[in-house]
C-alpha cells in the first residue's frame, strides 16, 4: 500500500486529502448533506487503512467541504435494506464498526473538525477520534436513532458513556435530541467549542504541534492512554447484535419509511430548528 499522500485527484470521490508536515488533512465532500452512505463509508474504510500504514503520516485531521453538515446521519435507506432475519451474536466487529474503531485503533492521532451536523452515524465516527472540536453557535450533535425504533449501532452507545457518564449518555441516546457545541464541551461529548474565528486556527496550530513530535513516542502514548481503558470491543459486538435485533420490527420499518417520506435526509428538514425525528416518525 502507498503513502496517501501520492493519491491523485479523482483517487475518493467523496473525500478531499492532502498531507502537509506528516499531516493528513482530509475533507468530507459528498453534497448534498454528507450523507453516510455506502459510497462514503467504503471510502472512509479505505482511508484509515492507508492513513493507518503510511508512515509520513502521524496526524489525520477530518473535516467538511459543507459548512451546514459534518456528516448528517446514515443512510436511513441504507438501513432499511439491512438483514431483517436473526442472526448469532456477531463475534467479529461488522464492517462499519471495524471502520470507525480503526481511527481509534490506529498508531496516529485522530481529529474531528465538527461544524454542522453529526447526527448519528456522523456523531459516532466523531467519537472514534482521539479528539473532536466544534464550533460554537453551529456544530449539532445527536443520537436520534432510537426515535426511528433502532439504537445508535456505530459505537454510540459504548463511547457516549466513558466520554459523559451513563446519565447523560442515557439522555442523548434516550431524548434524541440535538445538542449544541457549548453543552456538548460542558459535557465531555468534545474537547471544546470555538468561535468560527477560532476552531480552524487551534486546531490546525495543535496538529502541527502534535505532527512535530517523534512518530514512535505519539504511538506509544497514545496506546498507553487506549490501554488504560476498558476494551470497547466487547460492548460494540453487544450493540451491533441488539441493533440487528431492531431492525426486523414491524413499528421500525414504518417509522423510518415514514421519515423518508416526509423529507428526512434532505437538506430542509435536517437543518429545520424544529427538526424532530419523532414528529416526523410519528406523523401519518
Not at 78 to 107: N, Q
Not at 221 to 247: C, I, M, N, S, Y
Amino acid at each position: 500500500m502507498g503513502s496517501i499522500a501520492a493519491m491523485q485527484p479523482g483517487d475518493y470521490a467523496a473525500l478531499r486529502i492532502r498531507v502537509e508536515d506528516g499531516i493528513a488533512f482530509v475533507t468530507i465532500d459528498h453534497p448534498p448533506i454528507n450523507l453516510l452512505d455506502a459510497a462514503l463509508i467504503i471510502e472512509l474504510d479505505r482511508l484509515g487503512r492507508e492513513v493507518q500504514a503510511d508512515s509520513n503520516v502521524r496526524v489525520l485531521v477530518l473535516d467538511s467541504a459543507n459548512p451546514e453538515f459534518f456528516i448528517a446521519h446514515a443512510d436511513v435507506n441504507l438501513i432499511l435494506g439491512l438483514p431483517r432475519e436473526p442472526a448469532p451474536a456477531p463475534t467479529e466487529l461488522p464492517a462499519f464498526h471495524a471502520m470507525a474503531d480503526r481511527f481509534r485503533t490506529m498508531p496516529k492521532v485522530t481529529i474531528a473538525v465538527i461544524e454542522g451536523v453529526a447526527r448519528g452515524g456522523g456523531s459516532e465516527l466523531a467519537l472514534a477520534m482521539d479528539m473532536r472540536f466544534a464550533a460554537r453557535g453551529r456544530a449539532l450533535l445527536a443520537q436520534p436513532e432510537v426515535a426511528l425504533g433502532i439504537i445508535p449501532g456505530g459505537g454510540g452507545t459504548q463511547r457516549l458513556p466513558r466520554l459523559v457518564g451513563r446519565a447523560r449518555a442515557l439522555e442523548i441516546v434516550l431524548g434524541c435530541k440535538d445538542i449544541d457545541a457549548d453543552l456538548a464541551e460542558r459535557w465531555g461529548y468534545v474537547n471544546r467549542a470555538l468561535a468560527d474565528a477560532e476552531l480552524r486556527p487551534f486546531v490546525n496550530a495543535l496538529a502541527r504541534r502534535i505532527a512535530s513530535f517523534p512518530s514512535e513516542a505519539l504511538a506509544h502514548a497514545k496506546a498507553a492512554v487506549r490501554a488504560a481503558e476498558p476494551d470497547p470491543v466487547p460492548g460494540l459486538l453487544d450493540e451491533a447484535h441488539r441493533f440487528a435485533q431492531t431492525l426486523a420490527n414491524e413499528e421500525t420499518i414504518t417509522r423510518m419509511e415514514r421519515f423518508l417520506e416526509l423529507g428526512g435526509q434532505t437538506r430542509e428538514a435536517e437543518l429545520n430548528p424544529d427538526f424532530d425525528v419523532n414528529e416526523l416518525a410519528r406523523r401519518t
